[in-house]
């Protein structure tokens, strides 16, 4: 496994409402999915990368679980560093809550702490040079996910946050490369409708630069932030994913 200048934050904060009564007790991102807590697949994505430096971002009630599962990053191999995010507002929130932890202008990859991939993403992350790279899977209700258009070159034509009319049936997984101008680009964002940072607003300014590139995802990929989500994710792992796991 080598080691990338690059940095990871993963986004673990919000109150998973869709899961109570389950999330009444812990946090979505701390459930089990099959022998594992939820936040130990996004880690595995990016440590088995070669990311030492790891931000997690969590919500103030839930801290001490966190600290106590998950420590220093030491028995990982890696490094770990906490910020509390008060409330959710926005995914784009996470490069403003992290400027310290990335004020020395490396690259980072951010990954929701409730994704799941089967795809080993090495590669796709070690080749990230600069702009902005995102990761696409064709999916059946592409209206419940920010969708990407793209043409037959694979240049990304529009981006819509849960559009009625869906352009295309690619939906944006919850895993994102920025170079180091994800902050400044993210500070200058106005808040949505939904009084929002969208992450689909800080990939327009890289479209806007045509410095964003789209990977398909060919594997499974779970967004696990629903009951039947939760259920599909820990038949993935018991059946494939815990083969694989290096944490």
Known sequence: MVTLRMKGIILSGGSGTRLRPLTRVTSKQLLP????????????????????????????????????????????????????????????????????FLDDGDDVVMILGDNIFEEDLSKQIASFTKGARIFAKEVHDPERFGVVEFDKTGKVISIEEKPKKPKSNFAITGMYIFDSRAVSFAKKLKPSKRNELEITDLIKCYIKSKELDVSIIKKEWIDAGTFDSLARANRLAQEKLHKNLII
């Open 33 to 100: 999915i099959y022998n594992r807590p939820m936040i130990y697949y996004p880690l595995n994505t990016l440590i088995k990368a070669g990311i030492k430096e790891i931000l997690i971002i969590i919500a103030p009630e839930k801290a001490g679980e966190y600290l106590n599962l998950l420590g220093s990053g030491k028995e990982f191999g890696v490094k770990f560093t906490y910020e509390i995010q008060d409330k959710p507002k926005g995914l784009s929130e996470a490069f403003i809550i992290g400027e310290k």
